[in-house]
């Protein structure tokens, strides 16, 4: 068996244990501590290569938003693991059935994807992948927010909103067929 997928496997193993939000966020923050400042720079510019590819002017208003959504949580991830908020979050994880799901798709969602273009394993392998499940896994286990953020639009002019407690995304059951997209777990309610 390939040792990086191997790795992966128990990692989300490790994950699938937590039945507090608290642990869960620990496990994430350790795991993602383990990412070298040259890994972050690699998943960062594939990023920002991903954002360049899209037209204008949508290009421009995605921008900040799938920043956010990758190292803006990030950040809120490892100030809340290093303050020591995760050691005082003891609510449980709110669909356990839904969160075990998640984890069991992570080895295939994390392999799944052959980019011809990312051949060079120092610019893509199943790890970078990794950091963006487990980023995921934060945003919306942990913290109950969808796994894209508040306000992030979409072609055609829809946005995800929060309406009270509630949020609602204008793509969150067009991705069925897509096994290892986050929109099969995340909690925002289909926009009507």
Known sequence: MDPERSKIELIATRMSGAIHK????????????????????????????????????????IRGY???????AHHVLLSRYRSGAFRRLADPIQDP?????????????CTAWD???WKNPDIWSPKHRLFYYLIAAFTM????????????????GQVVEKRGKEYFCPI?????????????????????
């Open 22 to 61: 608290g642990d869960l966020g620990t496990i994430i923050a350790e795991e993602v501590l383990k990412y070298s400042v040259f890994e972050l720079q690699v998943i960062g510019g594939r990023l920002n290569l991903e954002i360049e590819r899209l037209p204008e002017p949508y290009r421009h208003k």
């Open 97 to 109: 059935e839904l969160f075990s799901s998640y984890c069991l798709m992570i080895p295939d969602g």
């Open 172 to 192: 969150r059951e067009k991705e069925k067929d897509v096994f290892f997209s986050i929109c099969n777990f995340c909690p925002a309610r289909q926009t009507l």
């Open 141 to 156: 286990f942990v913290e109950d927010l969808p796994g894209h953020p508040v306000g992030m639009p979409f072609p055609g």
């Open 66 to 72: 799938f920043r956010d959504q990758i190292f803006g």
């Open 115 to 117: 980019e011809d273009m």
